[in-house]
């Protein structure tokens, strides 16, 4: 029997349209707009100043604190401005501008595309190398790798788990990396398990990638100690604590880290990027996206360098339809609506959703009818409704944190779910960084 998770859960349609849709090397760009904030943590120092010449992979950007990363270059050419530019949320980020010349990358990267399998690095080699790399959680968080891999000493990994679920609708860029570069991706499993000192990698891979788990089944007969495991399609099966529950069949006690119970994910983009880092000392200037939506002429996976304005990979891919009403970073479920089409690419996008005003219209919203379908959804144990009820009244954030409104992942089960189309979510999510503060704000015990 496919393994799940054990709460919860729903079954939209997975709209992969974009499936077989190879990877193509998205076009160079005239100007790239690198963000300092492409991380979990503090936003990077931009170290350069207009004028300056930079090359394919030459840092650009440096960590001011503990939980913050390296930037670099994705281009070659002139930086024009260092100065704070619009996100897709329309938030001011420092950005460095570049005008791009050529394409000239630093020495010390390996272009090659031979498979560099042996690593005699030392961990701490490893570690550095994945730090001054740049390499973040690819699969939307962003947090740091380097850190993830070295958990404190009083907690101790038994397995990694790499995440191929990518359970959201529409997003296909893991399933065609799985298929087109799986023993790169398993190389970097291979590195990760010997940083974290396990035996055993886990690779979870939802039912509806046949192609990617053949694939990544058939490298893996290659590697010791890491085994391909078929997911249930149910959403969020990638989520962290689900994944855990469904393969290691651990659950992560509220408040907790996967680390708790012995677990650590990875995004199976993170391990390409671990790889790429690891043996070919290439930072993370590119990353694969999807363009995807019913109203699009055609369906995209494209490697696309970080700092590429989202209006130009529309442009190349179509074109936006005249029926189109709104562009998605992510997927339907969980993704964020880009204000700004100017704002450029970070290293954690995987995916912008092409949607029609039929598609994202909001339907009428009607009284509770206690149905209690939300909590029987929500994969976390939490009753919605009750935190949507106390939300509402403004201001019970006691009452909030007592039902555990940390604990919500804003997955949109419950929202997806509601018969009375009521916007659970919306409150649920600023309620939850409102607590969030006051929790972080306590002194440490
Ligand atoms: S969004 Fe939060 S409350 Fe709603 S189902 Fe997901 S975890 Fe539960
Ligand atoms: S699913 Fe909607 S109508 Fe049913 S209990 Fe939850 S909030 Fe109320």
Known sequence: MKRTFRIGGVHPNDNKISKNAAIEVFPAVETAYISMAQHLGAPANPVVAVGDKVKVGQVIGEPNGFISGYVHSSVSGTVKAVEPRADIAGNPVMNVVIAVEGDEWCEEIDRSTDIVRECSLTCEEILARIKNCGVVGMGGASFPTHVKLNPPKDKKAVALILNGTECEPYITSDDRIMRERPVE?????????????????????????????????????????????????????????QLIDAIMHRQVPSGALPIDVGAVVQNVATSLAVYEAVQKNKPVIDNSVTVSGHCMASQHNYLVRVGTPISKILEVAGGLPENAAKVVSGGPMMGKAVVNLEAATVKANGSFLIMTAEETVRKRESNCIRCGKCADACPMGLEPYLLNKLARVGGLYDELEKERIFDCIECGCCLYTCPSNIPLLDLIRINKAEVMKIMRSRPKK
Not at 217 to 241: C, H, M, N, R, T
């Open 185 to 241: 991706i398993l190389i970097g499993a291979e590195i990760m398990k010997k940083v974290l000192g396990v035996d055993k990698c886990y690779v979870g891979i939802e039912e509806n990638k046949p192609e990617a788990i053949a694939s990544m089944s058939a490298a893996a007969e290659k590697f010791d100690g890491i085994e391909v495991v078929v997911l249930k399609k149910k959403y969020p099966q990638g989520g962290e604590k």
